[in-house]
């Protein structure tokens, strides 16, 4: 170990936390330039609509008004629409049917908040002011919102997609699936729903858009999770600019949970427009009410599941059909959510030979659905731990034995679903989780919580997740549009400070920290003497972002593999300064030593002596200490873990109270441990968000979003956590085979593992088969009248 | 937001008299929910005027059988109140729930009953314990004083000065907020009086807050949690939305008037 102190696995205090906490973070909106104007985005009132005609000429003689841009300003300019970087193709082997997906509505409104035009002032009041005097005449289609009724609505959202249905995908062999329900001793057939969310991210999206008329080139500030991605898919399609003369900054990032990784037609509309007002930047920063409207949502599925057992509680099979709503459009990354992370993961934590899935997409005159924490993987986690607990309790077995029974035990693990398990022990954590949460003295809680008038429930979540997204080839394979690898420069400093330039992107995650404890780790340098330099296209080169807890399996392991090269070629400087053989070099704690002499010198020392060249052939080893790498998975990384979570429900109100929660994480290699406890606890927090409070709620007659604001949309407080003295963290550890530091994510897992394990405690607690989340007071108190469970 | 003229009076006096010269004026106390449905574009007021600034418009007296609370009195100041405590402590112990920290220490009694928002805390104090509510023109009732959903008897122009409140034997607040909101998704004051006179004010519940008479009788016969619990509350005419069904408001009054005949001191 170079410094016990900073280096991997100690639990360093975050060092970007200090800024932040007291407001010294540099973010989109704390950036004014030079002549700035401010957007404003005129919405549709409308879930679907023509839109007739758009009278802006009042609007654009008041005061203030810089400029006013349409959907037919963007289509003359031949600006392209937004995308969608995911092909999939149906069973029978059509592609997707991608609608259009202009910047700014065109001809269409499809949803209520779809962006109608962009109005430019100099103030906000002006051109909040000059929208309202734009007059837009639509004729109003009918709609629909809800996924379970797109196909048979008269409302099409698409003229390509007339059922709705954007594909229909399936994975697996549905002949020897059907064949093993066929000869099953046992089936559980379930219909579950996951609800759809609303991301929320502490700081809502913003942009500053700007056009230098001297070099013609464009500059996009902007909160993204990857901003390099943005300036490609710019670039390369809707062909604003080519990539040289664009520039894509995500400075400090308030929170993204998926919700910042996709293009968004707000953000392209500003960098476009300043051109046509003489590259004056135009500043957009969304309001919470934008957030809700338009920030791409999360999960949306209606699914069919049934599991087939043998006479011996042995899982045989496993059989989906899955309706996914796409909401308006397809967004960036929105085809892959409900297939490629989704049906992959259909086999948990289990043995299990046959699995068939089938979903079908689906577009609704709703806000876009897309990524959103945990991203298909939350929805396929509900669909086996849901199926798995209730045939355990069909079977009369217990929960945590049933799933031992199922458990894969032997890796690598093959399933039918594509993923190649590298390593797990799924026994240890159902054992440590069991010890932890005391799960043999249950009944005796139980007892005591009856007598308060409460009934007590427990429930289990086994879960796994592929993360560290991915190899690239098999991504590519799979119907991706770019590879998933990741890039990383090491720039030494003569005086032996690093700066590391990554295209991992920082929003919450702690990079400045833990990046920094790989390099102490590595060249025994102070974590306050490196810099992380990210999210800037001018200063790192490439970088495909940060999402699906890749930035630690992928995003470090490349800066792990352009250290090696530090490392080797400082050895080589070293033993030419040392006048020794570079074999006979060892590099430890940040010294280098000559075996066998008392020859040494400090990181600091090589450093310097490699922008110095007096002591070295610089025509044999180059100047300077500088290297970089891409790396590239060979694996997805596969996390996993046991989550028990118990309930008391109050009989006379039906409200849920967390009574107490236990995870346990195989996360492999922690780099630091306090961190990963603070992305399991946040994780957690937003799956029994999901579990118990949250759930989008559009109103089936206008189309309108009920839930707008947080007066509705209930996010999660603290007093909706367990008390943190009955919140117990636990790891277990197999360290993972496909990168050198061992690592797993483990920014997901938490929201992933949450909800079935919340939710199985309510029906067990409850003693009914399901209940809807979120599970509000009034959906457990409604469940219990029909139960007929009262309180006396 | 629109712009507008504000205006911060001294006396009551001055206050009225600048209501009534102003195209569409609104009188302000804390501002915490006229100054949101602003922002919303929901109400756009000529002329705002502020009455915190009135001389000795907040504050908070004391008599044997009476406590009154001026209405510029902020909810901060009710909850911590060492007289309201041993008085009535349900009283503070409520305006302590009424939405959050920085509300509490900027929303006045007087502005939130004037606003008589259907899922307000204070209209079911007011009922709960037979307030009278006093203007600068008149004295009225509790009961009749709260007429619909933002709707009171308030006449045009009219402000509430003072809330005077009977000091019952004992009294208790419960309230089941909202989930996501945190306002009352019902809530219950009740209280008895030295006589044995029951009192239960219901907020949250319907379009207005109300008595639960049935209640209020069942707790004369015996004053027992459970019959309160007991009585089985009509659902018709309560307020029905994505959070709480009738039915389910109706059983809650029936579940927290039990709670606060048990809490009750």
């Known amino acids: 170990m170079a410094d016990t102190k900073t280096g991997i696995g100690a639990s360093v205090r975050r060092k970007e936390d200090l800024r932040f906490i007291t407001g010294k973070g540099n973010y989109t909106d704390d950036i004014n330039l030079k002549d700035q104007t401010i957007g404003y985005f005129l919405r549709s009132p409308h879930a679907h609509a023509k839109i007739k005609g758009i009278n802006t000429a009042k609007a654009r003689k008041m005061d203030g008004v810089v400029g006013i841009f349409t959907g037919e300003d963007v289509a003359k300019d031949k600006l392209g629409g937004l995308i969608c970087g995911w092909m999939i193709h149906s069973k029978d082997g059509s592609p997707m049917k991608a609608g259009p997906h202009p910047v700014l509505a065109l001809d269409k409104v499809r949803f209520v908040g779809d962006q109608v035009a962009l109005i430019v002032a100099e103030t906000k009041e002006q051109a909040r002011a000059a929208a309202q005097a734009i007059v837009v005449s639509y004729d109003v289609l009918p709609h629909v919102v809800d996924v379970a009724k797109a196909m048979k609505s008269k409302a099409n959202v698409h003229d390509l997609a007339p059922d709705n249905r954007v594909f229909n995908w399936s994975l697996g062999n549905e002949a020897d699936t059907n064949a093993a329900f066929a000869k099953a001793a046992h089936v559980t057939s379930m ?42 898919v710019i670039s390369a399609f809707h062909g604003l600019a080519p990539e040289h003369k664009l520039r894509v900054i995500a400075p400090d990032v308030g929170g993204g949970f998926g919700s910042k990784i996709f293009i968004y037609g707000e953000e392209v509309a500003c960098v476009w427009a300043s051109k046509f007002i003489g590259g004056r930047p135009i500043k957009w920063t969304g309001e919470r009410s934008e957030s809700f409207l338009c920030d791409a949502h999360g999960r949306d599925h209606v699914t069919k599941a049934e599991l087939a057992m043998d006479a011996s509680g042995k899982i045989t099979g496993m059989r989906v059909h899955t309706k996914a709503s796409m909401g308006a459009y397809l967004s960036t990354f929105s085809a892959a959510v409900p297939t490629y992370l989704y049906g992959t993961l259909l086999s948990g934590q289990y043995n299990i030979p046959n699995i068939y899935v089938e979903v079908d997409a689906i577009y609704t005159n709703t806000a876009p659905v897309d990524a959103y924490r945990g991203a298909g993987r939350p929805e396929a986690t509900y669909v086996v731990e849901r199926l798995v607990e209730t045939a355990a309790r069909e079977l009369k077995m217990d929960p945590a034995e049933f799933r031992r029974k199922n458990f894969v ?54 879960y796994i997740e592929a993360c560290g997204i991915a190899p690239s080839a098999a991504v590519g394979s799979l119907g991706a549009g770019v590879g998933l690898w990741e890039s990383a420069e090491v720039r030494v400093n003569p005086i032996g400070t690093v700066e590391i330039l990554t295209g991992s992107h920082s929003h919450g995650q702690g990079h400045e920290t833990t990046f920094a404890q790989l390099v102490s780790e590595r060249l025994g340098v102070d974590i306050n003497n490196v810099l992380i330099v990210h999210g800037d296209t001018d200063k790192v080169q490439m970088g495909m972002g940060t999402y699906g807890s890749r930035s630690g399996a992928v995003g470090m392991t490349a800066i792990s593999k352009a250290l090696d090269k530090i490392e080797a070629k400082a050895k080589k400087i070293a033993a030419a300064v040392m006048e020794s053989s570079v074999n006979d070099v060892e590099f430890k704690d940040g010294t280098f030593t000559i075996k066998g002499t008392d020859k040494k010198m400090g990181f600091g020392e090589v450093a310097l002596a490699s922008y110095l060249g007096h002591k070295f052939n610089t025509s044999e080893i180059e100047l300077g200490l500088k290297e970089s790498a891409f790396h590239d998975p060979s694996n997805f990384v596969f996390p996993a873990g046991v989550h028990i979570c118990e309930v008391e429900v109050d009989v006379d109100t039906g409200l849920t109270k967390i009574a107490s929660y236990t995870a346990v994480d195989d996360f492999g290699n922690l780099i630091n441990p306090m961190i990963v406890e603070g992305q399991v606890q946040g994780g957690v927090a937003q799956g029994i968000g999901q579990a118990l409070l949250e759930g989008a709620v559009y109103d089936e007659d206008s189309g309108q979003l009920l839930t707008g604001s947080f007066m509705d949309y209930n996010m999660p407080r603290a007093a909706n956590m367990p008390h943190i003295e009955n919140f117990q963290l636990g790891f277990t550890c197999t360290p993972c085979p496909s990168n050198p530091l061992g690592m797993k994510g483990c920014g997901e897992a938490g929201a992933i593992a949450a909800p079935p394990a919340v939710i199985n405690a309510i029906t067990h607690a409850l003693g009914v088969r399901d209940i809807a989340m979120p599970a509000t007071p009034l959906t457990v108190w409604t469940a219990m009248q029909s139960m007929k469970i009262a309180a006396e | 937001m629109e712009n507008f003229n504000y205006h911060r009076p001294a006396t009551v006096l001055a206050a009225a008299a600048m209501l009534k010269k102003s195209k569409d004026g609104k009188y302000m106390g804390g501002g915490h929910t006229l100054l949101p449905t602003m922002k919303q574009g929901l109400a756009s007021p000529t002329d705002i005027i502020d009455l915190t600034a009135i001389k000795n418009f907040g504050g908070i007296k004391l008599s044997k059988t009476m406590v009154t609370i001026k209405a510029g009195t902020t909810h901060m100041e009710v909850a911590t109140s060492k007289e309201i405590k041993k008085a009535i402590p349900a009283l503070a112990e409520m305006a302590g729930k009424i939405g959050g920290v920085h509300v509490r220490h900027k929303g006045t009694i007087g502005g939130s009953i004037a606003n008589a928002d259907p899922a307000a805390d204070y209209p079911s104090a007011c009922l709960g314990l037979g307030a009278t509510i006093e203007t600068n023109k008149r004295k009225i009732e509790a009961d009749k004083f709260f007429t619909g959903m933002f709707e009171t008897a308030l006449k045009a122009g009219e402000i509430i000065t003072a809330v005077h409140f009977p000091i019952p034997k004992k009294s208790a607040h419960q309230k089941f907020p909202n989930p996501a909101s945190r306002y009352a998704l019902t809530g219950v004051f009740l209280s008895q009086d030295a006589k044995g006179k029951v009192r239960v004010g219901v907020t949250g519940a319907a379009a207005s807050a109300f008595r639960a008479t049935d209640i209020e009788a069942a707790l004369a016969k015996d004053f027992s949690a459970k019959s ?36 009750a001191k």
Do not use: C, W
């Not at chain 1, 609800?195 to 909160?223: K, V």
């Not at chain 1, 005391?438 to 007892?447: G, I, P, Q």
């Not at chain 2, 089985?232 to 939305?241: H, T, V």
């Open chain 1, 191 to 232: 219909d579950i729903v996951n609800n759809r969310l609303i991301p929320n991210a502490m700081e809502p999206r913003a942009a500053i858009g700007s056009y230098d008329t001297g070099t013609e080139s464009y500059t996009l500030y902007t909160t993204s999770q990857n901003p390099h991605v943005a300036r490609l």
């Open chain 1, 409 to 462: 035990t032997s890796f690598p693990h093959q399933t039918p679903v594509i993923m190649m398990y590298d390593a797990g022990d799924y026994g240890a954590s159902l054992d440590k989780a069991l010890a932890m949460a005391d799960y043999k003295n249950f009944t005796s809680r139980k007892a005591e919580s009856a007598k308060n008038g409460k009934l007590r429930g427990v429930g289990f979540s086994a």
């Open chain 2, 228 to 263: 309160a619990s007991s009585v089985k509350i009509a659902a018709k005419g309560l307020m029905s939305d994505m959070h709480a069904t009738a039915a389910y408001r109706a059983h809650l009054v029936s579940v927290l008037a039990g709670r606060a005949v048990a809490a």
